[in-house]
C-alpha cells in the first residue's frame, strides 16, 4: 500500500498540467481534447428528464464503451455538484483527476490484483519487486503521464476477471459468475474481455476433470458463463437500447476493425506491415529486451509444469499468448499501449524457473543448476531495472519540462 501510495503522488507533479501553450488537454495525443466534452455533456441536465437521460446515456462517443465514459463522469460529479457551473471552466483540475483516478490509481490496483493471482502474497519480497518491476515498465510509466484512456480500466477488469477465476478453485460458483461480470465489463469498454476465449473452456475443461463433473453440467456453466456475459455488456452501454447509436457504435467498430487491419492512410504503409519484426522497436523501446521477453515467455511455460492445486500460468499462457499473436501478425498499427495486456501478465513469471528447479522432486537437480537458475533471474531483474528506471526518470522530467 506504501509503494502504491508513493507511486501515485509522483504521477501528480506531472499530470497537474498539460502543455507550454497554456492547453488543458495533452499535446501529444489528441483524445483528451476528443473525449473530455463527451464528460461535460454527460454532467450537463437537459430542459426535461428525457434530455438529462439522453445526455447521460448516449454520449456520442463509440470508440470506448461506455464504463469508460461512465467511471470518468462518476469520478467528477461530487465537484460537479459542489461547484455547479463553475465546474465547466476549471477544466484543468478536471482532466488532472481523471488522470490520476482512471489512468494512475486503476494500474496501481491491477498490479497488485496480479501480484496476488500470481503469489498469494506469500512471498513478500517476491510479490514487492514484482509489483515494482509490473508499474516501472516503461511503457506503463508513459501510459500514467498526460494520458487520460481506458487502457488501465480495461486492465483492471481483466485482472479482476483472473482474480475471480482464481478464487472460484474450479468450484464453478458465484466466483465463476463474478468473473464473467468482470470479462463482460472488459468487453463493454475495450473489447479485450472477448480475448479470454480460451482462458475460459481450459478453465472449464480442468473444472470437470478435477471434480468428475458431467460434461452436461460443464456445459451448462459455459451458457450461463456467456450469458451473463451478454447481459453485462448489453447493461453496461445502455445506449445499445436505442437504434440510431447503436448503428452509429457498429459503424465506427466497424472502421476502427479497418484501420487495425490496414493502418491509417495517411502514413507509410512500410510500417504497417504485420510480423515480429515491425513491432520490435516498440517492444524493445517500452517493454524489454527481446533476449528479456524471451526468458519471460520460456519462464511462463516453465512455471505449466509447477505442481499446485491451481497453475495460475495456465490462465496466463491462456490469455497473453494468443492475444500476442493476435497483435503481431493481424493488427497494423503498432503504438505500444496496444500491447501491454499480451505482455505485462508475463512479467508476474519471472520466478518461475528457479522456483521449479526447487520444488522436492527436482531437488537433486537443483543442487546442481538451482544457484545458476537464481542468478539468472537476478541477472535479468537488473537487467530490466537498469533499462526501466532511468527510462521511467526521463520521461517524468521530459513531461515535467513541458509544464515550465
Known amino acids: 500500500m506504501v509503494i502504491g501510495l508513493a507511486y501515485f503522488l509522483i504521477f501528480v507533479p506531472p499530470n497537474s498540467s498539460s502543455s507550454d501553450d497554456g492547453s488543458v488537454f495533452s499535446i501529444f495525443s489528441d483524445d483528451e481534447y476528443i473525449t473530455y466534452p463527451y464528460v461535460e455533456k454527460m454532467l450537463t441536465p437537459g430542459k426535461d428528464i428525457h434530455e438529462t437521460w439522453g445526455n447521460l446515456i448516449i454520449y456520442g462517443d463509440y470508440h470506448y464503451g461506455y464504463p469508460f465514459y461512465f467511471f470518468s463522469m462518476l469520478v467528477l460529479l461530487p465537484r460537479r455538484i459542489i461547484l455547479g457551473e463553475l465546474f465547466f471552466a476549471q477544466r484543468a483540475t478536471n482532466i488532472f483527476i481523471l488522470r490520476m ?9 491491477t498490479a497488485g490484483i ?34 487520460w484512456h481506458p487502457d488501465s480500466l480495461t486492465l483492471l477488469f481483466i485482472a ?17 459468475y ?19 476465449f480460451l482462458t475460459i473452456p481450459v478453465y472449464l475443461i480442468i473444472a470437470a476433470v478435477k471434480n468428475k463433473r458431467s460434461w452436461r453440467e460443464v456445459l451448462a456453466k459455459a451458457l450461463i458463463f456467456v450469458l451473463i456475459m451478454a ?54 523501446t517500452w517493454f524489454g529486451s527481446t533476449v528479456f521477453i524471451g ?104 513531461y515535467l519540462i513541458q509544464n515550465l
Not at 463474478?178 to 479470454?196: E, P
Not at 445499445?240 to 457498429?250: A, G, H, I, S
Not at 522436492?360 to 544457484?371: H, S
Request: charged content about 15%; some cysteine.
Open 101 to 109: 483516478c482512471i489512468n494512475v490509481l486503476p494500474i496501481i490496483l
Open 114 to 147: 496480479m501480484v496476488y493471482y500470481k503469489t498469494r502474497f506469500k512471498k513478500i519480497l517476491e510479490s514487492v519487486i514484482l509489483f515494482l518491476l509490473f508499474l516501472a515498465v516503461p511503457s506503463v510509466v508513459r501510459s500514467n503521464i498526460w494520458w
Open 160 to 176: 479482476l476477471t483472473f482474480l475471480f477465476i482464481q478464487l472460484d478453485d474450479y468450484r464453478l460458483e458465484k466466483n465463476f
Open 178 to 196: 463474478w468473473a464473467a461480470v468482470m470479462c463482460g465489463v472488459a468487453a463493454a469498454t475495450k473489447l479485450l474481455g472477448f480475448f479470454f
Open 231 to 284: 447481459v453485462v455488456i448489453v447493461l453496461a452501454n445502455p445506449f445499445l437500447w436505442y437504434e440510431v447509436p447503436r448503428n452509429e457504435m457498429l459503424a465506427i467498430q466497424q472502421f476502427k476493425a479497418g484501420e487495425l487491419r490496414q493502418g491509417y492512410t495517411h502514413d507509410d504503409p512500410y510500417f504497417y506491415q504485420k510480423s515480429p519484426q515491425f513491432w520490435a522497436w516498440t517492444i524493445h
Open 295 to 398: 526468458f519471460l515467455i520460456i519462464s511462463l511455460l516453465a512455471g505449466l509444469f509447477i505442481k499446485k492445486e491451481f497453475n495460475e500460468n495456465i490462465y496466463l499462457a491462456t490469455w497473453s499468448l494468443p492475444f500476442l499473436l493476435y497483435l503481431l501478425y493481424f493488427v497494423a498499427p503498432k503504438p505500444d499501449h496496444y500491447i501491454i495486456p499480451a505482455l505485462i501478465p508475463l512479467y508476474l513469471t519471472v520466478f518461475d524457473i528457479s522456483t521449479l528447479l526447487r520444488t522436492e522432486k527436482n531437488k537433486k537437480l537443483y543442487k546442481i543448476v538451482g544457484v545458476l537458475a537464481i542468478l539468472l533471474v537476478a541477472f535479468f531483474l537488473l537487467q530490466q531495472f537498469q533499462f526501466s528506471i532511468p527510462k521511467d526518470i526521463h520521461l517524468i522530467q521530459q
